[in-house]
């Protein structure tokens, strides 16, 4: 029976959302720490674990971008159009930031031509291990893979004509520190390609033209 001090009223959608999030949380949580303990009663170190874990968050997303990448894009996306309104020309050395299973690598390789060169950089070695097996059925000789955070990227200064980063609606890792790291990655006068809103700093780049969905911005 409810108490005579009850008095029902709606819970609103942020109450609701913020209650979902909470139980989406305590259920990772929970999940985590039954994990940490199978893999104690393994004999498995803290290290160990870790990896375990990344093991399984890296197979998981990789299985997301591999739904939109291999399955969404092909029935409405043109890489070819996004990437000649990125800039992409014969001849440029250029640098891909989470290029995922690969949907704009190919096509870029082949813009670029046998003068030019893709680095294809993720943070996700699955999705690094799909674009060298792609590379390697294509016979592609004209792009290198990188697993690497896109913060820290151990390549010379000024090695690339043109950046381009599609597809990342939160990039992971430091935001700015990543628009800083492919500033000093860009040749002087390089262009910063970008898909959606993402706007990095006014100190570092200019906005050059837009074009639908994808803005260039050129290195200052």
């Known amino acids: 029976m409810l108490s005579k001090h009850f008095h029902p009223r709606c819970v609103t959608r942020r109450e609701a959302h913020g209650h979902r999030l909470w139980r989406r949380g305590h259920r990772r949580a929970q999940t985590r720490a039954l994990r ?13 674990i870790r990896r375990a874990e990344l093991s399984v968050t890296h197979k998981i997303h990789f299985r997301m971008m591999s739904l939109v990448h291999e399955d969404l894009y092909r029935l409405f996306r043109d890489p070819y159009k996004v990437l000649d309104a990125a800039g992409l020309a014969a001849g440029q050395t250029v640098l891909e930031v989470g290029c995922g299973p690969g949907f704009f690598t190919l096509p870029a390789a082949r813009i670029v031509g046998e003068q030019g060169r893709v680095y294809a950089l993720d943070i996700n070695p699955l999705a690094v291990e799909k674009v060298r097996q792609k590379v390697a059925q294509e016979g592609v000789t004209n792009v290198e893979t990188l697993l690497a955070d896109a913060a820290q990227i151990d390549l010379p200064d000024q090695s690339f004509d043109l950046i381009y980063v599609f597809g990342l609606a939160r990039p992971i890792g430091d935001a700015q520190g990543i628009v800083a790291e492919l500033h000093r990655l860009l040749k002087p006068d390089g262009i910063l390609a970008f898909e959606g809103r993402a706007w990095p700093s006014s100190e570092l780049f200019r906005l050059e033209k837009r074009q639908g969905r994808i803005a260039q911005f050129r290195k200052v």
């Not at 940490?36 to 160990?48: A, C, P, S, T, V």
């Open 36 to 48: 940490q303990e199978m893999g104690r009663q393994e004999g498995m170190g803290d290290q160990e």
